[in-house]
């Protein structure tokens, strides 16, 4: 199904009677209804190889507006950003004065870094945020949580709201480092996110480990 080490480390789930059934189920909800992603960039985020994951950022799921979600979590290939993309550029920026060109919200650049760009749940349905919170994904990333989790060299964990806070019981290998907060989309931001400074915090703790730091 991938076509990295994910079909080795994730074998044992992807074999599951729950996982093929919910494939079965996205499938069917593709003809039926308006999805997003589109159908061949559902499972984008594990293009970046399970070895070379340094950073997770985890949020809910993807965005629900025509052209915005491609399977990156966060990142869209549309030029005008969703408000919670323009929120992460505004808290970059004032964490480290990085400033993001806003017709540009391709996130692309720290996938190739190392960086996993996951949602808790990988579809939804058309202006319907969480309505697939309950169709079988977040069983499946508490599995990928699990498995990153097992990993020898230490890993920053960015949780981003309350469905991506859930998987921090997961989180238990004291290597790795977790950062959570409020997520971005504008009805929280206010409430942790903005002055959570992950960025600075991701590449101190990387630097510490003797890992390269992330060039956001």
Same mark, same amino acid.
């Given at each position: 199904?991938?076509y990295?080490d994910?079909?080795?480390?994730?074998?044992e789930?992807?074999?599951?009677?729950?996982?093929?059934?919910l494939?079965?189920?996205?499938?069917?909800?593709?003809k039926?209804?308006?999805i997003?992603p589109p159908?061949?960039?559902v499972?984008?985020a594990f293009?970046?190889?399970?070895?070379?994951v340094?950073?997770?950022?985890l949020?809910?799921d993807?965005?629900h507006?025509?052209? !915005?979600a491609?399977? @990156?979590a966060?990142?869209?290939?549309?030029?005008?950003?969703?408000p919670?993309?323009?929120n992460i550029?505004?808290e970059l920026?004032?964490?480290l004065g990085?400033k993001?060109?806003?017709?540009?919200?391709n996130? @692309?650049?720290?996938?190739k870094?190392?960086?996993?760009?996951?949602?808790?749940?990988?579809?939804?349905?058309k202006?319907?945020?969480?309505s697939?919170?309950?169709?079988g994904w977040?069983?499946?990333?508490?599995t990928?949580?699990?498995k990153?989790?097992?990993k020898e060299r230490?890993?920053?964990f960015?949780?981003?709201?309350?469905?991506?806070? !859930?998987k921090?019981?997961?989180?238990?290998?004291?290597?790795?480092l977790?950062?959570?907060s409020?997520?971005?989309?504008? @009805?929280?931001?206010?409430?942790g996110f903005?002055?959570?400074k992950?960025?600075?915090?991701?590449?101190?703790f990387l630097?510490?480990?003797?890992?390269?730091k992330?060039?956001?």
């Amino acid at each position: 199904m991938f076509y990295n080490d994910w079909d080795i480390v994730l074998n044992e789930e992807l074999n599951k009677e729950y996982f093929k059934n919910l494939l079965n189920n996205v499938s069917n909800l593709y003809k039926e209804k308006i999805i997003y992603p589109p159908k061949k960039d559902v499972f984008n985020a594990f293009r970046l190889s399970y070895k070379d994951v340094k950073v997770v950022i985890l949020g809910q799921d993807p965005y629900h507006g025509e052209g !915005e979600a491609h399977g @990156f979590a966060f990142s869209t290939l549309n030029t005008k950003l969703p408000p919670s993309l323009k929120n992460i550029y505004k808290e970059l920026y004032n964490d480290l004065g990085i400033k993001k060109d806003y017709n540009n919200g391709n996130l @692309f650049d720290w996938v190739k870094q190392g960086v996993m760009l996951l949602n808790t749940g990988l579809t939804v349905e058309k202006d319907k945020p969480n309505s697939h919170k309950d169709i079988g994904w977040h069983e499946f990333t508490d599995t990928v949580i699990k498995k990153l989790n097992e990993k020898e060299r230490p890993v920053v964990f960015i949780l981003w709201g309350n469905n991506a806070r !859930e998987k921090k019981k997961y989180i238990t290998n004291p290597k790795h480092l977790i950062i959570e907060s409020a997520h971005p989309s504008p @009805f929280s931001a206010n409430n942790g996110f903005f002055g959570s400074k992950p960025f600075s915090k991701t590449n101190a703790f990387l630097e510490k480990n003797n890992i390269k730091k992330i060039n956001w």
